[in-house]
């Protein structure tokens, strides 16, 4: 213990045994470079690589890190390959020129299975508070937005923008900057409009009157009562 093998003219590498711990030190001014003409540089534990992978660092290719033995990361010729979860404070997707950013959940599946993405703000929905989800039922499965608590649920353009709502390719529904709202087709009630029964009211609705007990203006389309 404590008998030091040294290199160079300062004995700037050292390699020895401390009574506890072993150590390689470069205790001069230049790099410590580790360097292979094989296929790769392992760190095993154990004196097992089928057992105790720690790293991988392969001639021209990956390099992979290991967690007791089971491979978690792994670098590729267009970024890096995670297996299970990533825990993070922050997330960035810096931008590069016109290049595309985007974040893709689910890609590469050969089966049917949820993707989302959970949102948690609060310590009573420790699970989300708001949910992005797209369904396991194929192709033509349902995507939903879930809200949980008492509080709005708010969708809005701060600036003088409008909303609009699109279905099969086309815009259904606009609300403008004045907050009127112009539909695309038809509208049907079911209950009242501000205390008038339209399903009772005689056929389609036309007015376009403000008289107590009319219906709403109407400007094109119908509105009738289910």
Do not use: C, W
């Amino acid at each position: 213990d404590n008998i030091r093998a040294r290199f160079g003219d300062g004995n700037d590498l050292q390699i020895y045994h401390n009574g506890s711990n072993s150590y390689i030190r470069d205790v001069g001014a230049g790099t410590l470079f580790i360097d292979t003409n094989g296929a790769r540089i392992s760190l095993i534990s154990d004196g097992s690589y089928s057992n105790g992978k720690m790293a991988d660092f392969v001639k021209d290719g990956a390099v992979t890190l290991y967690y007791d033995n089971a491979l978690k990361i792994a670098t590729t010729a267009t970024g890096i390959d995670v297996t299970g979860a990533i825990t993070s404070s922050n997330i960035n997707i810096n931008a590069s020129g016109t290049s595309e950013r985007y974040l893709q959940i689910g890609t590469g599946t050969t089966a049917n299975h949820y993707a989302y993405i959970d949102l948690v703000g609060d310590a009573t929905y420790t699970d989300y508070g708001f949910r992005i989800m797209r369904g396991n039922s194929g192709a033509n499965t349902e995507t939903s937005l879930a809200h949980r608590g008492t509080g709005n649920f708010n969708i809005g353009a701060s600036d003088s923008a409008s909303i609009r709502f699109n279905t099969n390719g086309s815009n259904a529904l606009t609300l403008n900057s004045s907050q009127n709202a112009t539909f695309a087709g038809n509208i049907a009630v079911s209950g009242t409009v501000d205390g008038i029964d339209i399903a009772a009211r005689d056929a389609v609705l036309t007015s376009t009157t403000t008289t107590a007990g009319a219906a709403l203006p109407k400007a094109g389309g119908t509105i009738s009562g289910h």
